[in-house]
Every structure is written in structure tokens, then in C-alpha cells.
């Protein structure tokens, strides 16, 4: 079997499954079995596939087939500049969440050694972005979630970034600070929308990293209590959710409530100001 035949056969078959991108899946999974990327296929369509190459794409493809996401079935997940390791325990970084970080960036980008607070950091793609990006932070990551912060040391390692990871429950409060910025992409699928969801997060993301009940309120409640004067609180919220979100941070006396929108043109972060200090 050839790139290309291969490439078609996969396609079709994902396509069936019901994946929204079946050709571009299919690329990536070929290229990732054969160490290669998506225009190196494109380079050889005419490459003869090994048994080995045919029988390790074959078990890729049907765990796509089930809709899995791609990233658990690669295992690896690209996040701005950096490659994190993602499987079940985690959900998987997405690009709404790049553009939190940029913003995060963009608002400590004067200070020397900002004290930078993630309050749910999964698999750590915040945390880490931020001390990437931002070699002066000193970075904190809490998350209730044992298993993920076994993902999230993991990348720490693997990325050789130097985060601190803590268990925390937020709703017991927050690490005490002062903070320059807390950020937190928190649990924000409503109970009654989950099931309305694409199969590959419905099915496969854990649910306690997705269900939020409260979870953005008590970030922004707790986050009050900890930043330092003039520190700045930075949440991806839910679409369709932003409005509330800027009555409750004024409600909470944070000023400057500002609204970025995501890729797709959805309100997706809102920011706040904790009031400085006279």
C-alpha cells in the first residue's frame, strides 16, 4: 500500500465515523506513524507503506474511529510553542485557551518577576506557556485533581520549565499571595449542555474538567482575596456567558472588566483589576 492509498482508505473510513476533518486526521496520523509531517506525505504519495507502518496506522485509525480525540490517540498535543503530553486525565489544550495566555502576557509583560497563579491547570498548558514565554515568572499551578497534575509534572519535565504544581481544592480559597495575575480556564460546560457535545468530549474528556458548578464564580471570588493591589485576574468563560461575567467582576470591585474575543470572533476571556493600592 502507498501514501496515497492509504491516505484515501483512511479518510473514508474517518469520514464514516463521523470526524469533522477525516483527510486532515488522516494525514496526521500517517505522518505521525511514519515520524514524518503532513508535507512530507505529500513529498513521497507514492512511498510503499511497510507491514509495521499499515499495522501501527490501523490501530491509530480505529481508536479515531470510536472518536477518541486525536490528541489522546497521538498522545501529544501542540500548545503555542510547545508539545504537551495529553491523554484522558487531562482535557486537551485548545487554541481559546492560547489566546488567555496571550492576554496573561500581554499584562504582566512590565514586570520583572511576576507571581503568576493557574488555578485548574490540567495539563499544566497555562502554566507551562506562561514560564515559556515569560522566562521571569514564578509560576504556581493548583488543580483538585491528583491525575492531572501527574500529566502536568510530566510536561513540566519534559518541557524542562520550572512550574510549582500543588493539589487544591478551589473552593476551599485560593493559595494566599499576593498574585500579579490569576488565570484559570475553569470547569464551564453547564449539567444539561453535556450531552449536547461532540463525542470526542462528551465521551472521552473528563467530565470533572469540563462540568462547572460555580467553579468560575469561586475563581473570581477567591481571586479577590489573594492578588496583590493592582493584580489582575484573567478567565476563559463560556460562550455566551461573558456579560454575566463583567457584571460580576465590577460587582466585586474589580475595574478595567475588559472582554477579548476568541478565533471565532466569541467572547471568550474576561479580565479584571483588583483596585491599587492609594
Not at 22 to 50: C, F, K, N, Q
Not at 208 to 214: I, M, P, S
Not at 221 to 232: D, I, N, Y
Request: hydrophobic share 45%.
Amino acid at each position: 500500500m502507498t501514501v496515497v492509498a492509504a491516505l484515501a482508505r483512511t479518510s473514508e473510513r474517518l469520514a464514516i465515523a463521523g470526524c469533522e476533518t477525516p483527510r486532515v486526521d488522516a494525514e496526521i496520523l500517517l505522518a505521525h506513524v511514519l515520524g514524518t509531517t503532513r508535507s512530507g506525505l505529500r513529498a513521497e504519495p507514492d512511498r510503499s507503506l511497510s507491514d509495521e507502518v499499515i499495522a501501527a496506522l490501523e490501530d491509530l485509525v480505529a481508536r479515531r474511529e470510536r472518536r477518541e480525540p486525536l490528541a489522546y490517540v497521538l498522545g501529544e498535543w501542540g500548545f503555542r510553542r510547545l508539545t504537551l503530553q495529553v491523554d484522558r486525565r487531562v482535557l486537551v489544550p485548545r487554541p481559546e485557551t492560547e489566546i488567555v495566555v496571550g492576554r496573561c502576557l500581554s499584562l504582566i509583560a512590565g514586570l520583572v518577576e511576576p507571581r503568576v497563579l493557574d488555578v485548574g491547570t490540567g495539563s499544566g498548558a497555562i502554566a507551562l506557556a506562561i514560564a515559556d514565554e515569560c522566562p521571569g515568572a514564578r509560576v504556581t499551578g493548583i488543580d483538585a485533581s491528583v491525575d492531572a497534575l501527574a500529566v502536568a509534572r510530566g510536561n513540566a519535565l519534559n518541557t524542562s520549565l520550572a512550574v510549582e504544581l500543588l493539589e487544591w481544592d478551589l473552593f476551599t480559597g485560593l493559595p494566599a499571595g499576593p498574585w500579579d495575575l490569576v488565570v484559570s480556564n475553569p470547569p464551564y460546560v453547564r449539567p444539561n449542555e453535556i450531552e449536547l457535545l461532540e463525542p470526542e468530549v462528551r465521551d472521552w474528556e473528563p467530565r470533572a474538567a469540563l462540568v462547572g458548578d460555580g467553579a468560575t464564580e469561586a475563581v473570581a471570588r477567591g481571586s479577590s482575596e489573594v492578588l496583590g493591589a493592582g493584580g489582575v485576574l484573567v478567565l476563559e468563560v463560556a460562550d455566551g456567558d461573558a456579560s454575566r461575567l463583567v457584571g460580576l467582576l465590577r460587582e466585586l470591585a474589580y475595574t478595567g472588566v475588559a472582554v477579548t474575543r476568541d478565533l471565532s470572533g466569541r467572547e471568550r476571556v474576561v479580565e479584571g483589576v483588583t483596585t491599587s493600592a492609594d
